[in-house]
């Protein structure tokens, strides 16, 4: 029993209020410990009671130090606690701050931000519209003719579709703001819209069903291929250095005449030939285009005065390409090993 009443005097000095993390609820819990009905102390005092009378005296002297030292202490944290509170007692104002993790920009967004920045330095503005479109902004007015295939249910996200009614889709492209752009403002127009876009597709690693595209139209007097082409090497050249150069390869879009699909020389093997090239040099960045006179006429501006161009392309593409990301879905799942990688690109 000395032993024992000496190793909980031994852990009585040791206990320090700095240790404890939830301070007043500790230090109560500390009390009852030895305090209590059921503590330490009234369960030395049933076991003293039963000892021959001869050590009787040398026990008592020793469990009322104990108990003197158990009480100090509880004086002494109860103490410490009441200064260091605040004043509706609920907070310990010397507790150490917890830590916050920091969190950062998605990569989609640094992307989408510099895609918008390097166009707003040529005179272009950011539009944004809806995600839930109809029938004429996502395909009619932009030329589609009505056996295309996203009109599809296979490509396409149907909210309504109804026979004799104007169906109504999620968007799967950009260039439905587009229409809505030039059916709201004369020209000159110069605008981009970046946006979340959907297709009815199964996701893997090259493939998802949302994901984010960036339109760009240029509609005025005069607006030629000239135009176009210069805007895309200015682009090219932003987005991925100096030494970037472009290629256009003929193409079909419903909504441009003549269309164009642009290549950049490869930015990981500077053209000489790579697996992320797959061996070519170029890689293929972006769809564009002069605005097809049927799609001006259909929003109200008037072809034979007014020209344009248009550009689409996919910021999950353009990401991949700069930071060579190989997988679509990490975007999506938010794992933190991912996303801490971009920490440092604002
Ligand atoms: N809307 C096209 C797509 O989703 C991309 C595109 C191609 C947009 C050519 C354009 C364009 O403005 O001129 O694949």
């Not at 503590?39 to 130090?65: H, T, W």
């Not at 005179?123 to 995600?131: K, L």
């Not at 176009?228 to 150069?245: D, I, N, P, V």
Request: proline share 3%; hydrophobic share 40%.
């Amino acid at each position: 029993m000395k032993e024992t009443i000496a190793r909980y005097i031994e852990e009585i000095k040791a206990a320090h209020i700095e240790n404890f993390k939830d301070r007043a609820a500790e230090v109560e819990q500390f009390r009852v410990r030895f305090l209590g009905r059921k503590g330490v102390m009234n369960e030395l005092f049933e076991k003293f009671k039963a000892l021959p009378n001869d050590q009787k005296k040398e026990m008592g002297i020793a469990l009322n130090e104990l108990k003197a030292a158990a009480l100090a202490k509880v004086e002494e944290f109860k103490n410490f606690v009441e200064e260091k509170m605040d004043v509706d007692n609920t907070h310990d104002l010397t507790l150490p701050a917890d830590f916050l993790q920091q969190g950062s920009r998605h990569v989609l967004s640094v992307t989408m931000n510099e895609i918008a920045e390097i166009f707003a330095r040529i005179g272009f503005t950011v539009e944004e519209s809806v995600e839930i479109e109809d029938d004429w902004h996502l395909f009619s007015a932009l030329n589609f003719p009505p056996d295309h295939p996203a009109r599809d249910m296979q490509d396409t996200f149907f909210v309504e579709k109804e026979e004799g009614k104007q169906e109504i889709a999620l968007r799967t492209h950009t260039s439905s703001v587009q229409v809505r752009v030039m059916e709201t403002h004369k020209p000159p127009i110069r605008i981009i819209a970046p946006g979340r876009v959907f297709r009815n597709e199964a996701i893997s690693a090259r493939a998802h069903c949302i994901f984010h595209q960036v339109e760009a139209l240029y509609v005025d007097k005069k607006v030629t291929f000239a135009d176009l082409k210069q805007t895309l090497l200015y682009f090219a050249k932003e987005m991925f250095g100096e030494q970037t150069q472009i290629r256009l390869r003929p193409s079909y879009f419903p909504f441009t005449e003549p269309s164009a699909e642009m290549d950049i020389s490869c930015n990981i093997c500077g053209g000489k030939g790579c697996n992320i090239c797959k061996g070519t040099g170029w890689l293929e960045i972006l769809g564009c285009g002069m605005v097809d006179p049927n799609v001006l006429e259909a929003c109200g501006i008037d072809s034979k005065e007014y020209t344009g161009f248009a550009l689409g392309m996919g910021v999950e593409r353009m990401a991949m390409l700069k930071y060579q990301i190989r997988d679509l879905r990490l975007y999506f799942e938010n794992d933190l090993r991912f996303l801490h990688q971009f920490d440092n690109i604002i």
